[in-house]
């Protein structure tokens, strides 16, 4: 299948109108005027296309960001939300109810983890941890009463690539809703394009790029937008995680970005992964060809936006990657910071950091190393003397 390239479809999205702004207005309104009673109970009733009827529902603004992310992400419709763990508890409670159960990857965002693991059990909903990447073990755990598969694009801190083709025809093949979480590779994969029914994002990271809000999204056809969204009983109408209108636009104009952005992040990742494969250390970078799904990975991108930003470093043990950090800091190489997507470099140790929540044993058992320090790296313009101020770094930690 040919795919056809995000970055155009995110400019189809734009307006031209003679005298217009070249920005969209931003609509800083809480609650929208009617002519009438009963046009205002019409548009309760959902009998009205397109009307505004109170900013928790729907806001002019947050509706042009949500068109533009559904043509991201190649979607019917989307929403968005005042936090990626919005997007993603949303999203898993709209169609999850007490009973069910779903599968998921046991690598994935420490929140996301906690929120399977502590909060899903309080309302009745059974959650089995699986390696992702053995898809025998993903049918083998599919149980009646399951209803979704989750998983992200490029796994949070390990960088497993999902097979999102193969995980879509599992799901698929026995009614269960495909969610995947693409915050690490915007742009890069298309999961929707893939198979995947619903795509979350915390738009935090690369999507904003400013390190300077909190937001996410929800990508999807337009039955599960109405239905989350429905007064009545959508999970997101009803549990309020409403993204300011503000904020919005201000996304909207770093999204035209993302495409220049995104290459320039995995170009220098791709540089300082191999220059760091080169030296001989236990780097993982789905760009090098000895990451073990590379291949896979190359089948699941899109052309012309590199492999992504982020690859991690194994110091084997947490003393040498405080060191290693404290002295990426020390040469001004970025921040010792969680996070990622930055247009600096952001570095932290998983397993004290983004993972804490995950207890220790099953950090272990799924490979997470004590040592490993997850790097986003920025959009240095001399990537070059970032490597030797990096190998410097690297050499006074490892003595
Ligand atoms: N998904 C992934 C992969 C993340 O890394 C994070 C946060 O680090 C989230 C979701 C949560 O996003 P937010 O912090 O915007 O709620």
Not at 80 to 103: E, K, P, R, Y
Not at 261 to 278: D, E, M, P, T, V
Not at 328 to 354: D, E, I, P
């Amino acid at each position: 299948m040919l795919k056809s390239d995000p970055a155009l479809r995110i400019q189809a999205t734009l307006r031209v109108m003679e005298h217009d702004g070249v920005n969209p207005a931003i609509t800083d309104s809480s609650t929208f005027q009617f002519d009438t009673g009963n046009s205002m109970t019409d548009c309760f009733d959902g009998k009205l296309e397109g009307c505004f009827l109170y900013g928790r529902h729907w806001n002019p603004t947050n509706l042009i960001l949500s068109k533009a992310l559904a043509a991201l992400e190649n979607t019917e419709s989307g929403w968005v939300t005042a936090s990626g763990m919005a997007a993603i508890t949303n999203t898993i409670l709209q169609i999850c109810s007490s009973g069910d159960h779903i599968i998921t990857s046991v690598t994935t965002y420490g929140g996301t983890y906690a929120f399977f693991k502590n909060l899903l059990p309080r309302f009745n909903i059974a959650v089995t941890f699986l390696d992702i990447s053995d898809l025998k073990s993903v049918e083998a755990a599919i149980r009646p009463n399951t209803r979704v598969i989750y998983t992200e694009s490029l796994t949070n801190p390990l960088l497993v690539v999902s097979d999102i083709p193969r995980l879509a025809e599992i799901a698929h093949s026995k009614g269960i809703k495909l969610v995947i979480d693409n915050t690490f590779t915007p742009i890069i994969i298309s999961p929707s394009e893939l198979g995947a029914d619903v795509v979350v994002h915390s738009l935090t990271k690369f999507i904003n790029g400013k390190s300077d809000c909190i937001a996410g999204a929800i990508c999807a056809d337009a039955d599960f937008i109405n239905s989350i969204s429905d007064v009545n009983s959508g999970v997101s109408m009803l549990l309020g995680p409403v993204l300011d209108p503000l904020r919005s636009a201000s996304i909207h104009k770093n999204l035209f970005t993302l495409p220049i952005r995104i290459l320039k992040h995995s170009q220098n990742a791709a540089y300082i992964a191999g220059q760091f494969r080169s030296k001989g250390a236990v780097v993982t970078y789905p760009g090098l060809t000895s990451h073990k799904q590379h291949e896979l990975f190359n089948s699941l991108m899109n052309p012309g936006y590199g492999y992504g930003g982020l690859f991690s470093i194994d110091m084997g043990t947490k003393e040498k990657a405080n060191l290693f950090m404290v002295a990426m800091q020390k040469r001004h190489l970025g921040y010792l910071a969680v996070s990622l997507g930055y247009y600096k470099t952001l570095f932290s140790n998983s397993g004290t950091s983004t993972s804490s929540e995950i207890p220790l044993d099953v950090q272990r058992s799924m490979g997470l190393s004590e040592g490993l320090v997850r790097i986003s790296i920025g959009l240095d313009s001399d990537i070059g003397s970032t490597w030797k101020e990096m190998e410097a770094a690297y050499d006074e930690a490892s003595q």
